[in-house]
């Protein structure tokens, strides 16, 4: 009798994600022949999208002649891969050793709190994903937190919460506008 | 009249800082009032703890302004450029006027260094006004053999950088013994300790000794092909090192037959690491090269026999390969004066933590910990008492105060029981716990453990498991003696580096802070108020006003009393949140 697989269900994410695959083409045309080129080929569909979709992962797999397996394997070991979407602003609070003892934890606290996500979720607005990181290499201005490209030092709970509210203010009236453009063009 | 310079310091901690936007308002205040002065970029120079820095070098002298802001830049600018006079109040180091902080480079020799903060790190011909490719030319011009270059890194006594120790000259000669016709060689740029930035700093600041270093060990090893293996947390650094390849290549630095030297070629790339810590390893950083996931592999075979794609490969790191070209152009006796016996040269180290002026410094070895500390750290924050260093991050282990006088060598460093590392040098006061410092570390070997072995994988996580119950209050008899019996396991069954030192830093602090250990499993206290499950919080009656901010504020009601009248904590409610002391406007609320 052949064993039935138990998992007969579509992966949730073909349903769900619709990414543009052709964005992917220049990437495996660069990287096709060369050796040990799954890292980069990762990487630069990651910088496409914001994570690593399924889907991509197949289109990968057919052009490129990897293994899915191979492929689902280095994702899940290195911290820099995602196999979900993210919000808009990733904020990385840094758990060097420096910031720990600057008392990064409390600072994390309050922003979870604030935010009310756990470590690695979104919110559900998709606009902030905490993520605690192990060194941005700015020990000196400990402890600091990363949002897009800007590195914030020298924080505390309150300091940083007022970053995110800041941030979070600009966007809902960034928002607002369009959608009051939006109502005004109809 | 030489043009008067304006160097702003643009490393990673310097934009941090917010110096991108100090050289924007420069930039625009230079062009918007058609001042005459050259605007230049330069990296870090090491006084993280100023940073922004904006030098200014006129036909005075120097002078370094310290946390600039754009403010304070417009002040600079029509004060000093427009007016000629010097805004002290600002100036932090400089050779014409007296600030605090004029001999912090006093006792700092810079060789991996000594071009960090003095040049634009983008442009290569600052890189050879600085006798930068000078190493590669001698070379070249004199016809030195590769038995002659391997010989003076073999007499220089350079030891591997990245926290090994492995003389470099040896590593060498094992990779050149190799007959092999294909032969690579790697910059390990995965500098993932956390708390250690020199490799940073170096890449940021002054790429091109970096690549000379590699060109030269390609040249004595025999390699045609390059990897850098850099973290990609580290964009600046990967930006500026695209830069100085190309540079390089452009002027034959990097190519066929380099420098006319017959059968020479030589090439490399940047292959940027995806986070994890365990790259940092030298198989599993070459299995990451590979495309595969990073695990150890089995040594022997050593790399120099076997390594990127079954070849022979040299691996040395960012800081070993940034003093090569200076012992080359020098000599191996005169980088051999510095330090001690078996530890030759100088050492970066990233001071930060509770340290008043955290940076990077540069110092002989054999200099003592206490010297770094105080004379170039300038002491503990807010005069605290200094407790412990942590030295070689994860791997590493906690030197207490009393053996401060410890000299800065391979052998000294491990002898206490931590090892020196990459440079980090983490300093704590009396307010750090030494087993939450120890838990902190084990949770980060505990996740970074590639799992292959399973000692490692499943010996962090139980060692992690105590280490937590104890600073949650739940530690009971015994459970050092575990802890020491899992870490020999682990040191003894585990393949790489990472867990083999995993457990140091539960060793060094159970041994120099056995009694913290002890009151947080015996008497249930935490001697240095930091874990939050095992504290008190009282209100002292005589300084309580009655303002009612605690009791309004605390989450599950503990608090009771009257207006104006002194509060009161219900210790059976109280979940210790702290949320009472933070907000008492009067000092009122006692933690013990």
Redesign the interface.
């Known amino acids: 009798m052949r064993v039935t697989r138990i998992n007969k269900k579509e992966p949730a994410l073909k349903a769900e994600a619709k990414v543009d695959l052709k964005l992917l083409e220049p990437l495996i045309k660069k990287y096709k022949s060369k050796?040990?080129?799954?890292?980069?080929l990762?990487?630069g569909t990651q910088s496409l999208y914001g994570y690593i979709p399924a889907e991509a992962m197949m289109i990968l797999s057919k052009e490129a002649g990897l293994k899915v397996s191979?492929m689902y394997?280095?994702a899940t070991?290195?911290?820099?891969?995602r196999l979900t979407p993210v919000g808009k602003n990733i904020v990385k609070m840094c758990?060097?050793?420096?910031c720990?003892?600057?008392n990064a934890k409390a600072v994390t606290e309050d922003i979870q709190n604030f935010l009310e996500v756990k470590d690695g979720e979104t919110t559900p607005d998709n606009l902030f994903t905490l993520e605690t990181?192990?060194?941005?290499?700015?020990?000196?201005?400990?402890p600091?937190m990363m949002i897009g490209d800007e590195?914030?030092?020298k924080l505390n709970g309150k300091k940083a919460v007022e970053v995110i509210k800041e941030i979070k203010r600009k966007e809902t009236l960034s928002q607002k506008k369009s959608l009051t453009e939006n109502i005004s063009k109809n | 009249m030489a043009q008067t310079k304006v160097i702003v310091g643009l490393g990673?901690?310097g934009?941090?800082?917010g110096a991108g936007k100090v050289y924007e308002e420069l930039q625009r205040i230079k062009e918007a009032d058609n001042l005459d002065f050259e605007l230049k970029k330069t990296s870090c120079i090491g006084m993280?703890?100023k940073?922004p820095l904006v030098e200014i070098i006129d036909e005075t002298g120097s002078y370094m302004y310290g946390e600039v802001d754009a403010k304070k830049a417009d002040e600079i600018v029509e004060k000093h450029i427009v007016n000629f006079t010097p805004v002290n109040e600002y100036i932090v180091k400089s050779d014409v006027v007296e600030t605090k902080f004029n001999n912090y480079f006093d006792g700092q020799v810079k060789i991996a260094l000594r071009n960090c903060g003095y040049i634009d790190p983008e442009n290569i011909d600052e890189y050879e006004s600085r006798g930068g490719y000078q190493a590669i030319k001698k070379i070249a011009g004199e016809k030195i053999g590769v038995q002659d270059v391997i010989k003076s890194i073999l007499d220089s006594g350079l030891r591997g950088r990245g926290g090994g120790g492995f003389p470099t000259g040896l590593k060498w000669k094992f990779a050149n013994n190799n007959r092999s016709k294909e032969k690579y060689l790697i910059c390990n740029a995965d500098?993932?300790?956390?708390?250690?930035?020199m490799d940073?700093s170096v890449l940021e600041g002054d790429p091109h000794s970096v690549l000379e270093g590699m060109i030269i060990g390609a040249y004595a090893i025999g390699a045609s092909d390059g990897v850098i293996y850099c973290r990609?947390?580290?964009p600046l650094a990967i930006k500026r090192l695209n830069i100085a390849i190309k540079q390089a290549r452009e002027k034959g630095y990097l190519g066929k037959d380099i420098l006319d030297i017959e059968g020479f070629d030589f090439d490399l790339y940047i292959?940027?690491g995806?986070?994890?810590?365990v790259c940092g390893e030298e198989t599993a950083l070459i299995a990451?090269?590979?495309?595969?996931?990073?695990m150890p592999r089995k040594r022997p075979p050593f790399p120099a026999v076997s390594g990127l794609?079954r070849k022979p490969t040299n691996i040395n790191n960012v800081e070993t390969y940034a003093n090569i070209p200076w012992i080359i152009t020098n000599g191996a006796k005169e980088y051999a004066k510095y330090g001690t016996e078996k530890s030759k040269g100088t050492k970066v180290f990233?001071l930060?933590?509770?340290i008043k002026n955290?940076?990077l410094v540069e110092v002989p070895m054999g200099i003592t910990i206490k010297d770094i500390i105080y004379k170039l750290g300038g002491g503990i924050i807010n005069d605290k008492k200094f407790k412990a260093v942590?030295l070689g991050?994860p791997s590493g282990g906690c030197i207490p105060e009393y053996l401060s006088h410890t000299i800065v060598d391979y052998d000294s460093v491990n002898a206490t029981g931590a090892i020196m590392g990459s440079g980090?040098m983490?300093v704590?006061d009396e307010t750090?716990c030494m087993v939450d410092?120890a838990r902190?570390?084990l949770e980060?070997t505990c996740k970074e453990s590639?799992g292959k072995c399973t000692f490692c994988r499943v010996g962090t996580k139980r060692m992690l498991e105590i280490l937590t119950r104890i600073t949650e209050g739940e530690g009971r008899d015994g459970d050092i003696e575990k802890l020491e019996e899992l870490a020999y396991q682990i040191k003894d069954g585990s393949l790489c580096g990472l867990g083999q030192t995993a457990p140091n830093p539960v060793l060094t602090t159970i041994k120099y802070f056995r009694d913290e250990y002890e009151a947080h499993i015996r008497d249930k206290k935490c001697p240095a108020l930091n874990c939050k499950k095992l504290l008190t919080y009282e209100i002292i009656e005589d300084k309580c006003t009655g303002c009612m901010v605690c009791k309004r504020g605390c989450p599950t009601k503990a608090i009771s009393g009257e207006k104006k009248m002194p509060h009161f904590i219900d210790q059976s409610i109280c979940i210790k949140c702290g949320d009472c002391y933070s907000k008492c406007k009067f000092d009122s609320i006692k933690v013990y």
């Open positions: 050796k040990g080129n799954l890292i980069p990762l990487q191979d394997g280095v070991f290195y911290a820099q891969f758990h060097g050793t420096a720990h003892v600057q990181v192990a060194c941005l290499g700015c020990c000196s201005l400990a600091v590195t914030y030092g | 990673s901690c934009i941090a800082a993280c703890f940073e500098e993932g300790d956390p708390g250690a930035f940073r990609a947390e580290y292959k940027e995806a986070g994890a810590f990451s090269v590979e495309g595969e996931r990073g794609w990233a930060t933590g509770k955290g940076g942590q991050g980090g983490v704590m750090t410092i902190f570390f980060f590639c």
